[in-house]
């Protein structure tokens, strides 16, 4: 009886092992994604500043010529130069974002796969299935499974004693001793 309660508690121990394992893959392929979309966010939305940038430029250049012409003040001419600041500002900000997005991929997947250039399309996200479907499976998520053997093991560890009258350290609990041979 002693040792097939101990190979029970072993077993319900290896399978809360297995499934702490599959959570953490998707734990890692959870972080993984996030940070693809956050660089997908910041590359893209550096381009589009680029973008701009040329425009801003532009806009700076016809308030000079309009300034000189006498059809615009200087204060136009300003706000025109600072609005350019302002999104050379966000260039920069968005390149450091860009930097930690791609670092923290890194991290994950290894710096050559996080050099490479992303795709121009936007990713597809698959769309979410029902809620009923949601919920029926947390009931197999890895982290409840892993939960679920766990109390199992714990539970075959505090029975034992109460069968077998006796200290068991291989099961890893003491019993009252009520049942001990002498």
Do not use: C, W
């Not at 500002?89 to 968005?94: G, S």
Request: aromatic content about 4%; charged content about 30%; proline content about 4%.
């Amino acid at each position: 009886k002693t040792l097939a309660l101990r190979q029970q508690r072993r077993e319900y121990l290896a399978d809360a092992r297995t499934s702490k394992a599959a959570a953490r893959r998707r734990e890692v392929l959870r972080d993984v994604r996030r940070q693809y979309l956050e660089l997908y966010y910041t590359v893209h939305g550096q381009r589009l500043i680029e973008e701009s940038r040329t425009l801003f430029e532009q806009l700076v250049e016809v308030t000079q010529y309009q300034y000189a012409a006498g059809r615009k003040n200087q204060q136009d001419v300003l706000r025109a130069d600072v609005e350019l600041a302002l999104l050379d500002d966000r260039r920069t900000q968005i390149r450091t974002e860009q930097e930690r997005a791609r670092a923290a991929l890194a991290r994950l997947i290894g710096s050559g796969a996080a050099a490479r250039s992303l795709s121009a399309g936007s990713p597809v996200l698959p769309s979410l299935p029902p809620r009923a479907q949601i919920e029926a499976a947390l009931e197999r998520h890895p982290v409840m499974v892993e939960q679920e053997h766990q109390v199992q093991a714990v539970v075959v560890s505090q029975v034992a004693p109460q069968h077998l009258g006796r200290n068991d350290p291989l099961l890893g609990v003491e019993g009252s001793g009520a049942g001990e041979r002498r």
